[in-house]
């Protein structure tokens, strides 16, 4: 499937003629450009130079060979994987100011329909997410405190890069969560070990795809997120986009009642998932 992403700035543009051609296909281009592109001509460019590099330092012992104009980067790294990460960078810079480092990312596999990723920046809370989230659309929260929510989230999560540091998440590219866990509860997931996503991804995951899009994801279901447990009894979180007003909605799910519109977002990602704890 092939990935659309937000159109570019002209440094993002000098950055991946650099990245892909190496720095003698650059030189060219930059001897027939009266004006260099992406120099001075944004005040604060979304993707810095130190990010380049760290894009870069993912190729390993590719990386010279691209630099000396041997190889193209895009002969290492799929263009669809650079063009999203260029687009998970500008997304955080325009919608937190956040300029996020990503030197020691570590890129899962990707599988079958895993065309979308998310990134995850150390720092970021489910406080601010939420916060952000209802200055970008219409919010209905349930049972969590929305000014305590980092407290009240700490039973289980699957990831946490706070703990884990940042890193970054491969999911199937779908508005409606894929329906082969729908009738798994959480404890079983997590005893399992069966990656999918948390709330706290989540919550961004809709932040992400209003940006990118202007519309809405599971305008027709739940996404269940059961990476994240708020009770020893397996309760997790649920978020959604359909129903009454046209707002992002969110709530606590008993386990052990499971409904077919009720369903996990599966991932993959190179962060373990830990042992779960025994139920109270």
């Known amino acids: 499937m092939e990935v659309i992403v937000r159109d570019l700035t002209r440094h993002e543009i000098?950055?991946?003629?650099?990245?892909?051609?190496?720095?003698?296909?650059?030189?060219?281009?930059l001897k027939r450009t009266p004006t260099p592109p992406g120099w001075n001509c944004i005040k604060h460019p979304q993707v810095t130079w130190g990010q380049g590099e760290s894009l870069l330092n993912m190729c390993?012992?590719?990386?010279?060979?691209?630099?000396?104009?041997?190889?193209?980067?895009?002969?290492?790294?799929s263009t669809n994987l650079l063009l999203?990460?260029?687009?998970?960078?500008?997304?955080?810079?325009?919608?937190?100011?956040l300029s996020v480092e990503i030197e020691d990312i570590i890129i899962p596999e990707q599988g079958d329909g895993y065309n979308w990723i998310l990134l995850v920046?150390?720092?970021?809370?489910?406080?601010?997410?939420?916060?952000?989230c209802k200055t970008m659309f219409k919010t209905e929260l349930r049972d969590l405190d929305e000014n305590n929510m980092d407290e009240e989230l700490t039973?289980?999560?699957?990831?946490?890069?706070?703990?884990?540091?940042?890193?970054?998440?491969?999911l199937r590219d779908g508005v409606e969560p894929e329906r082969d866990l729908w009738h798994y509860m959480t404890w079983k997931i997590n005893e399992e070990k069966i990656?999918?996503?948390?709330?706290?991804?989540?919550?961004?995951?809709?932040?992400?795809?209003?940006?990118k899009s202007g519309e809405h994801l599971d305008t027709?279901?739940?996404?269940?997120?059961?990476?994240?447990?708020?009770?020893?009894?397996?309760?997790?979180?649920?978020?959604?986009?359909?129903?009454?007003g046209n707002k992002l909605r969110t709530e606590s799910h008993?386990?052990?009642?499971?409904?077919?519109d009720y369903r996990p977002r599966r991932v993959t990602t190179s962060i373990p998932v830990p042992d779960r704890p025994k139920m109270g």
Request: proline share 2%; aromatic share 14%; glycine share 8%.
């Open 155 to 170: 039973y289980y999560n699957q990831r946490d890069p706070n703990r884990d540091g940042t890193y970054l998440i491969r």
């Open 254 to 260: 008993q386990d052990g009642y499971q409904k077919k």
């Open 14 to 29: 000098a950055l991946w003629i650099w990245m892909c051609g190496g720095a003698e296909h650059l030189k060219k281009v």
């Open 195 to 211: 990656p999918v996503v948390t709330f706290l991804e989540g919550l961004l995951l809709h932040l992400w795809y209003h940006w």
């Open 121 to 132: 920046p150390k720092g970021i809370t489910h406080d601010i997410v939420w916060k952000k």
């Open 84 to 97: 999203q990460m260029v687009e998970q960078l500008r997304f955080y810079q325009e919608v937190f100011d």
């Open 220 to 244: 027709k279901n739940w996404t269940f997120c059961s990476g994240t447990m708020t009770h020893s009894c397996g309760n997790a979180m649920r978020v959604t986009f359909r129903g009454r």
């Open 60 to 77: 390993g012992s590719d990386r010279d060979s691209i630099l000396q104009g041997e190889k193209k980067l895009s002969d290492v790294i």
